[in-house]
């Protein structure tokens, strides 16, 4: 969706406040984020965190006037060992496993070796400040995430959606699994809603250079999940969630479908907006 259409649909839904965007580690590395046109459109604000201090400069180097970024590492409120690696996108507050070199090739040996333990203090989402509402979070810290949902309740319970890294094979010592996040998040009734993004990694042997180039990826390592405050039960939410999961299911998921669910608890009582939104949907949305 572009910034033009999802500012158009938000001020057709009309919410009470923009809405409120975490980005527990924000590094710019991979691939654009999903609230991008949200946050473009001017109609949510972005909060995000990000420890990788080169990361951190090129995000704020980069950030537009509703993004606000620190450089906090998020997790239970207490000490912990930051494990740096050379890729950063591998850097975590938990160590690589030690069989990761001989099963996914020697550049994945050289993180976990040259590793550098940084003593770092965490905050917990819920104790921090700048961060009072929570409409849609988006965590990615490398096995961390179960720490964060676990101190972040009062948060997570009028969080209407988020996406996050899960591992079908643990990679980091004592790294939950997605049984493990599956159970935190529907203590907040969010259930899983879509795989995001499935990454694989292709598997090390003395045949790998040999075949350079042939041999695909297939390990399954990790997925991206976006859950959603269960949509089964849209009628006991308070509306201004409602209004919030229609705009993230609109601009962030491209879900359609979900988002004409939340609309249809939003107009039961109002047939003018009822058509107005069929009319917006229509001319141009479903067109396109």
Known sequence: MTPDTIKTFVELVD???????????????????????????????????????????????????????????????????FYATPATGLSSTKKLCPWVGSYFGPRWGKQAVRATEIPVSTVRLD???????????????????????????RLLSQTAMLQTEVALMSFYEEQPSFADIQNELTKFDLIPFRFATVNRRRIFS?????LS??????????????????????????????KQMAILAFSVLGAVDLACK???RLTEDNPEAFEAFAEFLNADVLKT
């Open 213 to 242: 180039g042939k041999i695909r990826p297939s390990q399954i390592l990790d997925l991206d999940v976006v859950f959603v405050k269960n949509p089964v039960r849209l009628d006991q939410f308070d509306t201004e969630l409602v």
């Open 15 to 81: 919410p009470m406040s923009q809405t409120m965007v975490v980005d527990v580690g924000a590094s710019p590395i991979t691939e654009t984020p999903p609230y991008d046109g949200l946050v473009k459109s001017g109609c949510a604000q972005l909060i995000g965190f990000e420890p990788d201090r080169q990361s951190l400069d090129t995000l704020n180097a980069n950030k537009g006037p509703n993004e606000t970024y620190f450089s906090n590492v998020v997790g239970d409120g207490g000490p912990k060992t």
């Open 127 to 153: 104790a921090f400040d700048a961060v009072d509402r929570m409409d849609f979070l988006k965590i990615d810290i490398q096995g961390g995430e179960l720490e964060v949902f676990e101190n972040a309740g």
């Open 206 to 210: 003395r045949f790998t250079r040999k």
């Open 262 to 264: 939340c609309l249809d």
